[in-house]
């Protein structure tokens, strides 16, 4: 008998690797469908009107108020939760045994964010039922630069003194 493992199972470490792009990725294709018509403004509030309507009495005036920060929070979740993503995968792919955070994952995870907003807008400046506007891009990398703010007071708060969390500088 062979001591050696078949060839279509992966290490651990790759195992990982594999998972964390593979969120990454699917999360991607999440960012790539909502930046279709099919989550334009008209077709959300086709779901959300009459929710808001039936559960607060919610007029539609009042309601296109709420539809506008609704759907910014919707960018700042989905790109803070992309830019979370990156960075674990960064982290997968140039781990650092005693680092939890590092600038270049969290560099590389709101750079990567960063150039997905921008071609996320361009593409919906092309739909006639989307707008591709600077500001969502500014949105959207201020919410990768707050998820990275957030993991990095998580690994501060809660490490427990044996590993580090940001890598030191070389003397």
């Given at each position: 008998?062979?001591?050696?493992?078949?060839?279509?199972?992966?290490?651990?470490?790759?195992?990982?690797?594999?998972?964390?792009?593979?969120?990454?990725?699917?999360?991607?294709?999440?960012?790539?469908?909502?930046?279709?018509?099919?989550?334009?403004?008209?077709?959300?509030?086709?779901?959300?009107?009459?929710?808001?309507?039936?559960?607060?009495?919610?007029?539609?005036?009042?309601?296109?108020?709420?539809?506008?920060?609704?759907?910014?929070?919707?960018?700042?979740?989905?790109?803070?939760?992309?830019?979370?993503?990156?960075?674990?995968?960064?982290?997968?792919?140039?781990?650092?045994?005693?680092?939890?955070?590092?600038?270049?994952?969290?560099?590389?995870a709101v750079l990567g964010t960063a150039i997905v907003a921008s071609l996320d807008e361009w593409h919906q400046?092309?739909?006639?039922?989307?707008?591709?506007?600077?500001?969502?891009?500014?949105?959207?990398?201020?919410?990768?630069?707050?998820?990275?703010?957030?993991?990095?007071i998580w690994w501060k708060a809660f490490s427990k003194g044996t590993t580090s969390v940001v890598q030191k500088?070389?003397?």
């Open positions: 008998m062979s001591t050696l493992s078949p060839p279509f199972l992966l290490s651990s470490k790759r195992h990982d690797l594999l998972k964390a792009w593979i969120a990454a990725i699917l999360w991607l294709i999440v960012i790539a469908i909502e930046s279709t018509a099919l989550a334009s403004a008209e077709n959300t509030s086709r779901i959300l009107y009459p929710l808001l309507h039936y559960l607060f009495n919610m007029d539609w005036e009042r309601f296109d108020h709420w539809h506008f920060y609704i759907r910014k929070t919707g960018h700042v979740v989905g790109y803070g939760m992309l830019c979370f993503l990156l960075f674990r995968a960064w982290r997968a792919t140039w781990p650092k045994a005693s680092v939890k955070w590092m600038a270049r994952w969290a560099g590389l400046s092309f739909i006639p039922t989307r707008t591709g506007t600077w500001r969502d891009v500014v949105l959207d990398t201020c919410a990768a630069i707050a998820a990275q703010i957030l993991i990095l500088p070389a003397a």
